[in-house]
């Protein structure tokens, strides 16, 4: 396992600058001009000096190399000098956006926050809603829970959060008035009143966002759970004696984790994606919000990073669910 | 032949009932049979004659809805086993009676080593701590013939052949010391060679623990070289019902005489087909009105289209579910 996980790892080496280099050449192919948003008084010779000073005037080998070196080389080091007070990185140029002229992992590490706060939790809402339902409709297949819980899923696959979101701001903090329609970045948790006030915060967009994931993955476990309760092994258990609570939540349930782990472990990167339109909706300035801003003002450097440490995530991500597959059926052997 | 005057297990006037969305199936039709502490019984019969559900339907493993089981006595110590609670009746299930199915293939869980799929029967009828389960599971495992039981403990269940996971399965089903031993086909799945080393394991274990055993077989062969007493089922009935010997040389029932026909003889001249019995067998959709063998008996008579045969006594130990061994009809007959 140990020998496979490492070769897994060094495999994912090529497989991440082939992704780098394909958002590299898509980027730069796609329209769009960092001095778009500068003022028209501004002349067009001062423009391109502007472009010039960004780099924007060397070919792109030249720029895609650099960024190589500043994320693989650059950034790494900066981060060990902050740790631990050495000087690597002196003098050395980070990934600088286009838009805030300030070092796109420091905008990304501002952001990062809310959005694990809130699809984050989300993600954790909506795989411990999902979870249960999966079981108890498996279980009681066509019961009213199970019609009620196909129901639900149906909802949460068809209707869009720009949809649910703003119904759900029209209803709680519109009609009734119970909870605040935007999110306040800035509010800090000090102690048990402005904890409640975060959790109030965070409970539209974090029911928006989970219903979505309830919905896939309860969809998941109601059918990994139907195949095995079929399965010669769970009669063998009832004629072991064993009482149904033994029979589906360890024997059925372990058995029917396998595919659905997958899964989970698949949508885990998304989170770090963000929401990017329920982020808007409620005004979260996660990193949905980031990337959606440096795209429409053609921060390349921003878009890019982002993008490629979701890549980044994606691949690592297959490799943990490969990973947790073996852990969890023995059967699975990768040496 | 072991003492019948007190039988273990006592099956009276079964019946069970399946819920379709093309209509009721009788899958098991008025089933009486009753069995003796230490005896060996077979059940013979063709797929679909409702072996199988006979004795799922005893503890109550078959899925409800659809089964129902509608009618009868099941008496195991003093006990009627269709109506206890689900508690007491898992009591019985593993712990009093054990159960051995058709494919080992598919009948132990995957995800679980061996080791703890032997020991959560022990712990939970008997008690027993994590250690005593354990060195109990190594003994059973040494009992049933696995050599290196301690170290296969630890193994999952696709590090096992076929023939050494139905051990595995005998294991388990052992492993509370049952009274009775339902083994539903445990043969069915494996070559001819692992059959003959499970057959042999499981007299010699029997004989060892002075268990009562049913063998559900559509092997005749198997019946006779392990069984004391045999019924035969069809259309979700006993037909017949004897001694071992006494069925192979004195079948009662027309289907007992056609399924001993289509046994393939080694010695003699070589036939150029196999025997069958021509037909299908009926479809349960109704609580029988006739003879459920008639369309495919070459022996029958008019009356057998007008009633369902009782089991008539043919000698002591030995009845047969056809007007042929009815007196009666004999004389009115002839």
Known sequence: MLTYTFRRLLLSIPTLLFIAFVIFMLLELAPGDPMGQMPLTIPDEVKQRMREALGLGEPWYIRFGLWLYQFFVVEPQYWIDSAFGTNFADGKQRIISFQSRSPVFDTIAQRLPQTLWVVGMSYVVGVAIALPIGIISAYRQYSVFDQAGTFISMIGFSVPPFFSGVLVIVIFSVQLGWLPSIYDTTHQVVDWETFKFQLRQMIMPVMVLALQTTAQVSRYMRASMLDNLGQDYVRTARAKGMSESVVVLKHVVRNSMIPVVTVIALGLPAIFGGAIITEQIFKVNGLGQLLILALQGADIPMVMTITFLLAVLIVLMNLIADVLYGVLDPRIRYD | ?334
């Open chain 2, 1 to 334: 032949m072991p003492d019948r005057a007190q039988p273990i297990l006592d099956v009276q006037g079964l019946k069970t009932v399946f819920q379709t969305r093309g209509g009721e199936v009788h899958a098991v039709n008025n089933v009486s049979f009753d069995l003796a502490p230490g005896e060996l019984l077979g059940v013979v019969g063709e797929s679909g004659s409702g072996k199988s559900v006979t004795m799922m339907s005893l503890l109550g493993l078959l899925p409800s809805p659809p089964a129902d089981v509608r009618d009868g006595t099941v008496m195991f110590q003093g006990r009627d086993l269709l109506k206890l609670d689900l508690r007491e009746l898992r009591r019985v299930r593993g712990g009093e009676v054990g159960f051995v199915f058709q494919d080992p293939m598919t009948s132990l869980n995957p995800v679980f080593n061996v080791g703890m799929q032997i020991m959560e029967p022990l712990r939970k009828h008997m008690g027993m701590s994590k250690k005593a389960a354990a060195a109990r599971a190594q003994e059973l495992l040494e009992l049933v013939g696995i050599p290196d039981a301690k170290q296969r403990l630890l193994d999952y269940p696709h590090q096992f052949s076929g023939g050494m996971r139905q051990r595995v399965m005998i294991a388990i089903a052992l492993a509370c010391d049952p009274k009775v031993l339902i083994a539903d086909e445990p043969t069915t799945a494996l070559d001819v060679t692992i059959q003959a080393q499970i057959l042999e394991l499981m007299k010699d274990l029997r004989d060892k623990l002075g268990m009562a055993v049913i063998w559900i077989t559509h092997d005749l062969g198997v019946i006779a070289g392990i069984a004391d007493r045999v019924i035969v089922m069809y259309g979700g009935q006993v037909v017949e019902h004897a001694p071992v010997r006494e069925l192979f040389a004195n079948p009662a029932h027309p289907y007992t005489r056609a399924l001993l026909k289509t046994i393939p003889k080694i010695h003699g001249a070589r036939e150029k087909r196999l025997t069958i019995i021509e037909g299908q067998p009926p479809i349960l959709n109704a609580h029988p009105t006739a003879c459920p063998f008639l369309d495919r008996c070459d022996v029958a008579m008019p009356v057998c289209a007008r009633k369902n045969p009782q089991r008539f006594e043919v000698n002591a130990h030995h009845d047969a579910a056809c007007f042929h061994a009815d007196p009666l009809e004999v004389a009115h007959a002839g």
